[in-house]
């Protein structure tokens, strides 16, 4: 007797999806310290992009009346030397330093992370100068290089957004080159070479897709970074200048009153702690979620 | 504490354990996870005996060897009893059991790469078990541990004691992790796929060695394996599992001759004979994920299911060849067994030279030896072409030449008309269309972040510019009902699928370009025999409708005479015998074929 077990319709395929996206977003919210990252960060990012509409008096207007005075119901946070409502300062404190950072990231994988990805896919010559070029960078101290730009051309945005990208370039690309090693030689990426696509089509299409894993963690992890440089900066003297209102500007204008008047101190250091760390246990439990993600699928 | 172990050596006939597994079930509890990955599993391990365990991947053989020895991983669940003379190890306290593993009951995994520690030399790692339960120091110790190494058939002990494990051979690993496991003179020895991996002719001597081993110690061996064919030349007992029971058991000898379960007769058919070059078709679906206890587990996807079979879970019952089969219908379908099919050889091999592989060397760089040396070939069109070889004999390489992935050293390759002499990039995008590669390892293959139409839509795109949006869509829908997948896969990421359903949508992204010759890479050695057949059927089809030519490179040589025409044998770059496919089995002229042939386990040889 003999079987006709071939003739069969094909077998329903495994377990029901869940499509791409909603999937990294299940990952980022299963550990309690993404939900907590996650928590934080939609917090201060409400803050920042909400609390200016909600301000009561302009963030830089002076008025030497009610110079240094304690907290009120007219200037709920008290106000400044310059007789700056606080509160309104606050509020419009977190746009620079949330804008400033996320522009530098952007432009640091824009510029050395796609030049890292296409010149790894390329290998060779191609890929060892432009390694060879972010090491040397690397041998730079961070704040060196920052300080050097802004000395040589000036606190403005623009310096900053650059500064804080250039300091950014080397690492992001050790991230975007050692995700690209890892699927250089996957046989998915083979079979489009043997299919003879075109080298573009096979680091934007098949390649990309793969890296966009680790970099996203990576992109979030180093604002974070900015965030912190930014602050230090403005603390310096060197970041976003007077009169703005800057959460890393008010920590240094008012640190000399941190004893009369702690709030006004206290409150900025304590929101660019929020975004940080809020920031940073998103990112960790990214990059957890992207890392067995990628054991699983191999 | 040596003393002990003289004893043993000079007793003889030392006593030997009896490993008795009664009832053992395993559960994972946690979401998703309702049924048992294995259930009620009762076996015996008489000293001297090797007891084998079959089953395709999933189906509980590896959980059930580990819980037998106590050993379980977080969240596992393991009830029923594991008994070594007397003592529960599911009850012992995990200081009691640490002092009989690795010392009364040894493990052996399945990849010595990974298990043996790759900063740590070997001696030293042999010393540590040797240590801790034999108290050996200084000269006795280091004399023990050449006996072991000379034992498990390790050149130059002496040496090789100070080496690290990746100065060793694949093979040679594996030895050495039995020589850990057989160190303090072990009762039982649980193998968990030791040869999965390695090369037939490595796995033909190891397999030798663990026989004489278990004869000449008696010990009591558990083999875990996938593959029936060398479990039926090595073992005494035979245990079938699916789904987490085993269906049947019973002596070895007896099982292959007269299997009672209907998945033990498809499995055995399903596994390429010599003898034979016809394999049994496939059969659809795939096993369940735990254990089936309102119906009979295989009865969705078994030939001969009856309607009671969907309804009653069969228990146990004595068998005819002295074991237990866990079928309703065993004793009405005795004399039934599934009949083997060739693959379609539609039409006859042409007289017009498609391919030709001249004097062709492939020398990486920093490579001591070339990767290809000196091959030459010629395919006609519509010729089936199996080429063989072990790990490194440089048989993918050629595959990987003739589809531009890297160029040759030397050496001419024309195909038809054009000549083969640049990467896939720089090739015409016709030449690109009618070379096609299927690869090993259809997770790998496919792009983990694309859909499986985005997958399909690329050939038709690059290849086939002008078919309009709905002729494509039309075009994906009827390739994959022609691999037997529903068109509801189109939307689905490969994770989803399953091994089989994977190859099969590269098997289908292959044939969208309608190609005049398909390479296959070793396209069913990731995949369970239950679905090999059913993937080199539907390459066999697809090709015989659209008379491509086929190479199909595999490491095993019974597997790749089901197909192919002509058969060239590889070894270390080069080609060592090169015959139709007949002859080669009928008259090898080399003495490596026949040593790779001798190599091949036998089914039915009893």
Known sequence: ?298 | MLRDHDELAIGGEPAGGRLELRDITVRHPGPGRDGPTVWNVTLTLEPGRILGLAGESGCGKSTTAKAAIGFRRGGEEVSGASVLSGLDLLGLAPDARRRLWGNRISYVSQSASLALNPSMRVGRQLAQPLRRHRGLKGAALAQRQVELFEMVGIPNPQAALKRYPFQFSGGQQQRIALAIALCCDPEILILDEPTTGLDVTTQARISALLRDIADRMRIAVLYVSHDLALLANLTDRLAVMYAGEIVEEGPTRAVIAAPRHPYTKILLGLSPRIDDPRLVPGIPGIPPPTAVLDHCAFAPRCPYAADACHTVHPAPAAAAHGGVVRCLRADELSTVSPEPVAFAHARDAGTETLLIVDQVRLHYRNAPRPSVDDVSFKLAAGEWLGIVGESGSGKSSILKMISGLVLPTEGYMRFGNIRLDSLALARPRELCRTIQLVFQNPDASLNPRHSIRQILMRPLVLFRGELGAREREAMILAILDRVRLPASVADRMPHHLSGGQRQRVAIARAFLARPQLLLCDEVTSALDVSVQATVLQMIADLSAETGAAVILVSHDLALVRTMADRIIVMKDGMVVEQAASDALFADPQSAYTRELIAAIPRLGAA
Request: proline share 7%; net charge positive.
């Open chain 1, 1 to 298: 007797m003999s079987i006709a077990v071939l003739q069969q319709p094909g077998e329903a395929p495994g377990e029901a999806p869940g499509p791409g996206r909603p999937a990294l977003w299940r990952g980022l919210m299963a550990a309690p310290d993404g939900r907590v990252g996650v928590g934080l960060t939609v917090a201060m990012l409400l803050l920042i992009v909400f609390g200016p509409l909600a301000a009561p008096y302009s963030p830089t207007a002076i008025n030497l009346a009610p110079a240094n005075q304690p907290p009120s119901f007219e200037h709920l946070l008290g106000a400044d030397h310059l007789g700056r409502d606080v509160f309104s300062r606050f509020l419009w404190g977190g746009r620079s330093i949330l804008a400033i950072p996320l522009m530098a990231v952007i432009l640091t994988y824009a510029t050395a992370g796609l030049l890292s990805l296409v010149a790894t896919y390329r290998g060779g010559a191609v890929d060892l100068v432009v390694c060879r070029f972010f090491e040397l960078m690397m041998s730079l101290p961070a704040l060196l290089k920052i300080l050097l730009l802004v000395a040589a051309f000036g606190p403005t945005t623009g310096v900053l957004i650059v500064a804080i990208a250039i300091t950014n370039m080397p690492g992001a690309s050790r991230v975007v080159r050692g995700a690209v090693l890892g699927e250089i030689r996957a046989d998915y990426v083979q079979a489009a070479q043997a299919r003879g696509e075109a080298t573009l089509s096979v680091v934007v299409r098949e390649i990309l897709p793969n890296v966009l894993g680790p970099v996203a963690a990576d992109f979030a992890l180093r604002i974070t970074w900015g965030i912190i440089a930014l602050s230090t900066l403005s603390f310096l003297g060197l970041g976003v200048q007077p009169p703005e209102a800057d959460w890393g500007l008010m920590i240094q204008e008012s640190r000399s009153s941190l004893q009369k008047a702690p709030l006004i101190t206290i409150l900025p250091a304590m929101a660019i702690a929020a975004l940080s760390i809020g920031l940073n246990l998103a990112s960790d439990a990214l990059v957890r979620h992207v890392t067995s993600q990628g054991n699983g699928r191999r």
